[in-house]
Each structure stands twice: as structure tokens, then as C-alpha cells.
T-cell receptor
Framework: GENVEQHPSTLSVQEGDSAVIKCTYSDSASNYFPWYKQELGKRPQLIID?????GEKKDQRIAVTLNKTAKHFSLHITETQPEDSAVYFC????????????FGTGTRLLVSP | SQTIHQWPATLVQPVGSPLSLECTVEGTSNPNLYWYRQAAGRGLQLLFY??????ISSEVPQNLSASRPQDRQFILSSKKLLLSDSGFYLC??????????????FGSGTQLSVL
């Protein structure tokens, strides 16, 4: 089955710096890659997603890139702010009759003022 | 618009007691429904998923069971809770059909403490 690895497990940056979180997946048939942000005690919230027919997608300060050949995708956050502090999860799934998302283990991002 | 309701938000139960967590979805038909568990500071573990009424698939052997008595209702149960059942339980739904439906949305979660 699909296996998603996520790095780093923790990431500390200064406000205004950029943050990059990387994930790799094992199943070349996977074609949908979402990213979730989870604040302490809250539900994971979808922040951006990308399909395999697109190499990059941006939404204001966040962007996701996908390298199908290498089977890895990354989340980029620019001009980080303290409110970006949270745990970020990547995930992958493929188009089958039932679409099951496999999640990475999460990255705790801390943005210091 | 679609919404997902999950309750209770917090639950403290003694070891050996039963459990029932409920989740309902509004604004969509025939969704795929999921139960995830998150141990403290850990990732999201898929417990059960359902593609339709009465159809339940289990991802990991455990002390829990799930049922889907109605199209938009998903229930997580246990007859006798264990200490290891403690965690943050999240119900989630996903549409079926076009690529635009594939996004997974989570309920607000239930923090279960088994003492």
C-alpha cells in the first residue's frame, strides 16, 4: 500500500522567513496530494491541494510543488507569521473506486516573533 | 453547503465502560465516511471507512467497531474501553464523483480520555 514520509518532524523559523516541508510517497499511481494544518486541539484544516497533472500551485503565501518522477511534494510558506505555527500534515491518494488518504506523520512548525 | 457534526467534544470514561461517538454530515449524499484516531502528538491513523449504508471496512484490528445505519450517519463504538483507546477521534467525509469532490473534511473531533 501507499506509504508517505514527511520531514522534518519539527521546524523553527523566525517571523518573515520561509518554511519548507517535504513529503515522499511510494505509490506511483497516487495523483492527489493535499496539505492540512492542525492547530492545537483543533481539527485538521485543508489549506492547499494539488493533482498530479499540475507541477505547482500557489495560494497567497503558500505553495505546493510536485515532482512525479521523484515521487515527492513540498509545502512552501513564505513570509511566515506567528499564526502559521501549527502541525502540518501531507497526504496522498489515488483514483480508485474508493479513495483513501494516507497521511504523513506531521511537521510541527514554530514561528517566533 | 456541506457540514459535519461530531459529538461529544470531550469525553472521560472509565476502563471497561462502553463508548458511542456519533458523526453526521449535512448537505451531501452518499459520502465516503471515515473515523481517524490521533494519539497525543502523533499522526492520523485511519480506523474505519464506509462507502455506503451498512458497509464498513476496518483498517486496523482493535477494540473498536463502527456502524453506518443511515447514509449520513457514522458511529464509532466499543463495548469495553481500554486505556490505549484514549486519543483524539476525528470523523471525516469525502464526496464521490468529480475530482472537485475528493477533498477530505474533518469534524471537530472528540477528545477521549480513558481512566
Amino acid at each position: 500500500g501507499e506509504n508517505v514520509e514527511q520531514h522534518p518532524s519539527t521546524l523553527s523559523v523566525q517571523e518573515g522567513d520561509s518554511a519548507v516541508i517535504k513529503c515522499t510517497y511510494s505509490d506511483s499511481a497516487s495523483n492527489y496530494f493535499p496539505w492540512y494544518k492542525q492547530e492545537l486541539g483543533k481539527r485538521p484544516q485543508l489549506i492547499i491541494d494539488i493533482r498530479s497533472n499540475v507541477g505547482e500551485k500557489k495560494d497567497q503565501r503558500i505553495a505546493v510543488t510536485l515532482n512525479k518522477t521523484a515521487k515527492h511534494f513540498s509545502l512552501h510558506i513564505t513570509e511566515t507569521q506567528p499564526e502559521d505555527s501549527a502541525v502540518y500534515f501531507c497526504a496522498a491518494s489515488k483514483d480508485t473506486g474508493f479513495q483513501k488518504l494516507v497521511f504523513g506523520t506531521g511537521t510541527r512548525l514554530l514561528v517566533s516573533p | 453547503s456541506q457540514t459535519i457534526h461530531q459529538w461529544p467534544a470531550t469525553l472521560v470514561q472509565p476502563v471497561g465502560s462502553p463508548l458511542s461517538l456519533e458523526c453526521t454530515v449535512e448537505g451531501t449524499s452518499n459520502p465516503n465516511l471515515y473515523w481517524y484516531r490521533q494519539a497525543a502528538g502523533r499522526g492520523l491513523q485511519l480506523l474505519f471507512y464506509s462507502v455506503g449504508i451498512g458497509q464498513i471496512s476496518s483498517e486496523v484490528p482493535q477494540n473498536l467497531s463502527a456502524s453506518r445505519p443511515q447514509d449520513r450517519q457514522f458511529i464509532l463504538s466499543s463495548k469495553k474501553l481500554l486505556l490505549s483507546d484514549s486519543g483524539f477521534y476525528l470523523c471525516a467525509w469525502r464526496g464521490v464523483g468529480t475530482a472537485a469532490d475528493e477533498k477530505l473534511f474533518f469534524g471537530s473531533g472528540t477528545q477521549l480520555s480513558v481512566l
